[in-house]
């Protein structure tokens, strides 16, 4: 050949190394259904789906860090007051109702479709491995990773039954491919690895169903109050979207007791040991009363609904009088817990029927601060939790409590805006401590307010979280199976035994697993050993002990079938 035609050679195979553009290249169109085929291919890859979880993790952060509309409205309120810039974007980018956006919504969504056109093909393809048989030998097993060969005066037949037989002992699936035997083990590992993703799958369902059904209410009830299981009863309540009052569990229950107990000395002074509530519960409007105790972390279960004790206080029971001495009320007042030790504080609310000393209408409000252990010297704060001394200190306002303009308020605050102090005879607001049984008379004949007893108050949480048993057993498989995808190694065993050019039959062994591992000589090395032993080399010495296994890397399973 000339060098003339060498070099026209070798400018074309350089013009085609090139990777400049060329000027007449002309791409043809993909059209509809070839980009929907690109796209779909790109969404089900595991690498997109890494992607998608990695996001859908990245945009759960903002809900764990910013307030969110379904949990607190109070705390997202203050933010938007005291940033009304920044509240401002992040309402527009959703970030107060997150679990709830359109984007997250997306991620989610995609990530599910992504898993789903994973495991699907794998599925099958791994269906059609378990249906199938192990590969036959390569033809030279010497280039496997883990090797080993010895002459034996052996028939090849009996080499070949007999390492059928071990390698099935051995739990591999073996069978006879012309002159040697081919096994494989550790499909468990793929079976670990579609578990993982199937739970994966089953605990974003899970999810998804439990924030679209979900309910969640909170009553506070006083020992001897009663509980029906309907919206207008609880103090607040949250549910899914696709929630209706119709799935709410007919049930009601009456709190007859609560018992609480602490630890009197020690380091461990003032913990609870003890919290439980009796309550006495039925099953519909007709249903057979039945008493139940209901602890920490033991809620009653009633259908698909759980209720839970979640806290506890005092309910000093308060009487007020006009100042005719008539009785304009009568009730126990629950207070708020401020501390460990139950120092609580609260209002109390007389809205109707009292009248001052003139006869005009009032209404009449006392700021209430109780100390259940007091201690003189300790006039701010209880020493105990238990009722060992206690004291309530009343503070009272006469005048409009503003309830009637419509307008909602806390029954835990008290507006001052259009009421007045009572005071006592040196001019100060009057204020008193009183223990049960006390009264505090009002100036100028206003009346009176009585300290009668304590009761005590528990908080209970209705939930119903639907789907709560799939997630939980998702979240279960899927660590089995991530376990089992990490540690089961998949591995195949190839045994040959053919006569030699001098009659001797000659058997070689090879191991290939799909990763790197010391697992596979070793194994190899073990039943190389018990073969060797039910068919044992010729008499001369360098052939008397199998030659030890080599282990020269790892290969994947793919490349020991092609060679």
């Known amino acids: ?15 085609q190394l090139s990777t400049a553009p060329e000027e007449s290249l002309n791409m043809p169109a993909l059209g509809v259904i070839g980009w929907a085929r690109w796209f779909w291919r790109q969404l089900t890859s595991m690498r997109v789906a890494l992607l998608l979880l990695l996001l859908l993790s990245l945009g759960a952060i903002p809900g764990s860090l910013i307030p969110q509309s379904g949990t607190d ?25 997150v679990y709830s956006s359109a984007w ?25 491995q378990l249906r199938g048989r192990p590969p036959g030998a390569p033809k030279r097993l010497t280039r496997l990773p883990a090797y080993t060969t010895w002459r034996t005066e052996a028939e090849p037949e009996q080499v070949r039954e007999a390492a059928l037989a071990l390698l099935k002992k051995r739990r591999f699936r073996a069978h006879l491919a012309g002159d040697n035997v081919a096994a494989e083990k550790g499909y468990l590992r793929e079976v670990g690895n579609l578990a993982f993703h199937i739970a ?8 998804a169903w439990g924030q679209l059904f979900k309910m969640e209410g909170n009553k506070l009830i006083v020992e001897g109050d009663g509980f029906s299981n309907t919206l207008t009863q609880y103090d607040d309540f949250k549910s899914g979207t696709l929630f209706t009052q119709d799935e709410l569990d007919p049930f009601s229950f009456n709190l007859k007791d609560f018992q609480g107990s602490y630890e009197k000395t020690g380091p461990n002074r003032g913990t609870a040991r003890t919290f439980q509530a009796d309550l006495s519960y039925r099953l519909g409007a007709y249903g057979k009363a039945k008493r139940t105790v209901v602890k920490v972390n033991k809620p009653l279960e009633i259908g698909d609904s759980k209720v839970y004790l979640t806290a506890h206080g005092y309910a000093p029971v308060i009487t007020v009088r006009d100042g005719k001495g008539n009785v304009v009320y009568r009730d126990a007042v629950p207070l708020l817990p401020l501390d460990n030790n139950i120092t609580s ?16 209408r009032e209404q009449l409000g006392f700021e209430a601060f109780f100390l259940p252990t007091y201690t003189p010297g300790s006039e701010t704060a209880s020493t105990f939790p238990a009722l060992n001394n206690p004291v309530l200190n009343l503070a009272g306002y006469y005048g409009d409590l503003g309830v009637d303009a419509g307008i909602p308020q806390s029954v835990y605050q008290l507006d001052k805006s259009h009421l007045k102090e009572f005071k006592d005879a040196k001019g100060e607001q009057q204020r008193e401590n009183l223990k049960p049984g006390e009264t505090m008379k009002l100036p100028n004949g206003a009346g009176s307010i009585t300290y009668d007893k304590t009761v005590e108050w528990a908080n209970f949480q209705v939930t119903r979280q639907p789907a709560s048993d799939w997630a939980l057993t998702g979240s279960i498989v899927a660590i089995f199976g991530l376990a089992g995808s990490l540690f089961i190694s998949r591995r195949r065993v190839w045994v040959r035994a053919v006569k030699g050019a001098d009659g001797v039959t000659v058997v070689e062994m090879a191991g290939l697993g799909r990763s790197e591992s010391a697992k596979v000589p070793e194994e190899l090395g073990d039943l190389a050993g018990i073969l060797y032993d039910q068919a044992p080399g010729v008499s001369r010495e360098t052939e008397a002990e199998p030659d030890g ?13 092609e060679n």
């Open 200 to 207: 994966l799958i089953v605990m974003l369902i899970a999810f």
């Open 345 to 360: 504080s609260g209002v109390i609310k007389v809205m109707d029927g009292y009248r001052n000393a003139k006869g005009v």
């Open 73 to 97: 409205e109070t705390k997202v309120a203050d933010f938007r007051n005291a940033n009304p810039t920044l509240g401002d974007v992040y309402d527009k980018l959703g970030l107060f109702h």
């Open 1 to 15: 050949m000339s060098k003339t035609t060498i070099d026209e050679d070798l400018g074309a195979a350089g013009s």
């Open 549 to 561: 296994v080599s282990d020269s890397g790892a290969a994947s399973v793919a490349e020991g079938a």
């Open 104 to 128: 997250f919504s997306a991620i989610y969504l995609l990530l599910f479709v992504s898993l789903i056109g994973c495991i699907v093909p794998r599925t099958w393809q791994f269906v059609g």
